[in-house]
């Protein structure tokens, strides 16, 4: 017996349907800029407590779909939970970020274990299966983690940065201790999104966001080919699951990632121009993003026109809407109301 | 009659002719990297007064070429001089960056002025005069500006930041405003290079490090159009003087800004490739760049096989060596003058 299931315009989108509007979410669409996140963060004593709470995850990730009634949730919680659950020393302190306690040297990695990862995380998975049965069936269900090159950044240095200078010379001066950790990071990541889409997940996204500071030689190395490989195994494990990935930054290399890694969609940054990302891109793979996230911090006219912009240059073909980067923390959330309102008329195209 | 100068490698490579070897020169070559720049720097109250004492600013801008002989020297100087000039309160903490009274209204741009902001500089342009006389026949000299957007974005951030999410939202929502602004960073970063050409600069930088965070709309309007004018204008006043672009993090959009602002040379971040560089901006433009910094602090055979890598593949065409970015603080001095034996090698182009 076959069961007919709504339609999802997020994957209809996905796999080239047509839905007659763009679908949308927004990075960062739960957190500190609504008043009702501010009020369950407070519950938690701190920031991974509160990832790794299922009813708090919960209640936060559907916080916005609530309110804005985006086409998909982003299950709540961090790319940091996977060095995390490897054992590094993580904590967030308030205000100031993610603080690791910073793998300087090989043997720093050969401390790191994956036994009993997963089963750390199991709180997340919990938080996904709960989000599974509690959306509506035309909501869709984004699993994410951080890819390899931009979780290792930060392992090595030990918290955010501007370049990742620090990184990238550990990986230019110990390229094998640094491979182990990718490779560590690789299948870490691989279980960890599998396992997500086992409880529930039917989209998963591989945030790189410090694609961006690497040499063409280091990101073949450190982001095609890690990306590669967790794409090519998803494949296997999770048969049709599309993979959104987003290399920000990476500039005039997007062209090269979406053919070498072979994901479904491709996560366009701000500076990416919309000509490049219809002519060279949207042939390839469905297009998400790229509104600046500043845009939505200013709302109004300015925002309706980009919008407008946007969704004309791209909606003609694979395209979800999203921002550039996450949300901003000022952001009001009345400019988000207006952003669901002009995403609900229907798109003229050029 | 006619004097036959010496020829200068860095100033040959600007118009193209051959000299056998790539000429080079490092951004942020004087600095803390160097142990006698820290003595120096020992003798001045703060960073501002350091870069407007001609005798000081003087021997840091030697101090690099005396031990490493490059092709080039760069007046020691800052970006933010020129708000500073146009009366934005400026103070650089130790070890925290820069701290501007930031702009947070139009009003705060009206009460900028340009009536004696030159003059405030004439200590720049006394230090140009010194270094002119002091460098080797064959050592060209470098005057350089922060282009408008980013000069403009730090006067609104009030500091460094990641992503210059403020700038860019008081751009959107004070279109008006911002333009005045620029306009005003256009007329002075002419009037400021151009004083410095006239002192005795050869060639002038216009430093966009904060390029590579806009839309292409936004990159279109506030790093393009300025720049045009910069570059239209300084070739009035000063017929022949070769411009080096350099909009770091400019990505896909390198070769529109080669092409519309015709800038003499192109500065190429460290995310650039050797290919893009190669077929699509060295037939256009001389080349400049684009070791990782984080290379030059590893040292050793990375380093060369890197060096190597880059000489061979952009050696054939106009061609200037240089970093992606300014030398890493920790840098050791040996690797640097590693660095000066490697490109003192005849090249073998691929």
């Known amino acids: 017996v076959t069961v007919n299931k709504p339609a999802k315009p997020l994957l209809q989108a996905l796999v080239g349907e047509r839905c007659g509007r763009a679908p949308w979410w927004l990075m960062r669409q739960a957190g500190r800029y609504l008043p009702e996140y501010r009020r369950v963060r407070a519950q938690a004593r701190d920031f991974i407590e509160l990832c790794l709470s299922p009813a708090l995850a919960t209640e936060i990730s559907l916080q916005p779909v609530r309110r804005f009634e985006m086409d998909a949730a982003i ?5 940091l939970l996977v060095p995390h659950a490897l054992g590094q020393k993580l904590e967030f302190r308030e205000g100031e970020g993610p603080l ?26 919990e938080t996904v299966r709960r989000l599974a049965a509690a959306l509506a069936p035309e909501v869709a269900l984004i699993g994410f983690a951080g890819a390899p090159w ?13 370049d990742f200078f620090r990184a990238k010379a550990f990986a230019y001066r110990d ?13 870490a990541t691989i279980d960890f999104l599998a396992a997500q889409v086992e409880a529930g997940a039917e989209v998963v996204q591989l945030f790189d966001s410090w694609a961006g500071v690497l040499s063409e030689e280091c ?20 048969p049709g699951v599309p993979v959104i990935g987003f290399p920000r930054g990476a500039g005039a290399h997007y062209e090269r990632y979406v053919t070498a890694t072979r994901v479904t969609a491709i996560g366009l940054d701000t500076t ?11 042939p390839l ?4 993003g790229n509104l600046d996230p500043a845009l939505l911090l200013v709302g109004g006219d300015v925002l309706a026109r980009a919008v407008g912009g946007l969704r004309r240059a791209l909606g003609g073909g694979r395209y979800i809407f999203n921002l ?15 952003l669901a309102r002009l995403l609900r008329q229907p798109i003229e195209v050029t």
Not at 101 to 120: C, F, P, V, Y
């Open 75 to 79: 299950v709540f919680s961090d790319i």
């Open 100 to 125: 690791l306690e910073a793998i300087e040297e090989g043997a720093d990695i050969d401390r790191l274990t994956q036994h009993g990862a997963l089963a750390r995380l199991d709180p997340v998975f």
């Open 150 to 162: 931009t979780v290792a950044a930060y392992m090595i240095e030990g918290r955010g940065s501007r």
């Open 175 to 187: 390229p094998v201790a640094f491979a182990a950790l990718i490779d560590m990071l690789v299948a």
């Open 219 to 238: 990101f073949e190395r450190w982001v095609i080919a890690p990306t590669q490989r967790i794409v090519a195994s998803l494949s296997r494990r999770c």
């Open 272 to 282: 990416v121009s919309v000509g490049y990302a219809r002519n060279r891109l949207q």
């Open 285 to 288: 793979a469905t297009v998400q």
């Open 324 to 338: 550039g980067h996450g949300v901003l923390l000022d952001t009001p959330p009345e400019n988000v109301a207006l």
